[in-house]
Structures are given as structure tokens and as C-alpha cells.
Nanobody, 126 residues
């Protein structure tokens, strides 16, 4: 079992930056890939970014590439999502998720993630 808790969401203006944090506990955090997803009102949950267990490999959705950066600190059991140049279309609830198996490469596939947080709201005003 693993528990993940997101924080750092809020209301910002277009062009601003925000950093989301995800605190994980309950398993050997450093062995598992982690991901960020988001869900806007009336839309399906979509992939944002993922990072390998070591932090050496990352994957991004095209819509955030060049603006968002995922990182992790295995010593602190933390994953971060630095979001720059925010746009109104980035408005959504952002979820942190942990891969279901150790050592997997980071993936966009939601079914690969077994543990999800409750989400944190990000609202970007124009």
C-alpha cells in the first residue's frame, strides 16, 4: 500500500507559476515511478507527466512540454510538478499517482498507476 497526498494548488493568473507537491508514504517510494494527471470539469482525466524511480527518465504530455517539469526527492519521499507559463486551459484538479510495480519505466497509461491522491485544484484566470 502507498498513500499519496497532493498540495500546492491555488488560484493564479495566466502566465504565473505554481509548484505542486506530492508526499508519499507506505512503500519503498524510491522503487516506483510516479505520475501526475489532471481532470478538468466535464472532461476525462488526462496524463500530465511521469518520472522514473530514479528520476533519470521523464515523460510529458505535449500540452505541457516545455512549461512543466516533474522531479522527485527520494530522500524526502516527494514528487513535484513545477508549472510555468500557466494557461487557463491548465485549470483542473491535479492528481499524483504511484505506479503499481517497482522498477517500471514511466508511462502515460492511467491503468498502470495503483495509488492515487485526492487531488489539488489549480485554477488559472485569464
Amino acid at each position: 500500500q502507498m498513500q499519496v497526498v497532493e498540495s500546492g494548488g491555488g488560484l493564479v493568473q495566466a502566465g504565473d507559476s505554481l509548484r505542486l507537491s506530492c508526499a508519499a508514504s507506505g512503500r519503498t517510494f524510491s522503487s516506483y515511478a510516479m505520475g501526475w494527471f489532471r481532470q478538468a470539469p466535464g472532461k476525462e482525466r488526462e496524463f500530465v507527466a511521469a518520472i522514473s524511480w530514479s528520476g533519470g527518465s521523464t515523460v510529458y504530455a505535449d500540452s505541457v512540454k516545455g512549461r512543466f517539469t516533474i522531479s522527485r526527492d527520494n530522500a524526502k519521499n516527494m514528487v513535484y510538478l513545477q508549472m510555468n507559463s500557466l494557461k487557463p486551459e491548465d485549470t483542473a484538479v491535479y492528481y499524483c499517482a504511484a505506479d503499481r510495480g517497482p522498477g517500471n519505466t514511466p508511462t502515460m497509461t492511467p491503468r498502470r498507476y495503483a495509488y492515487w491522491g485526492q487531488g489539488t485544484q489549480v485554477t488559472v484566470s485569464s
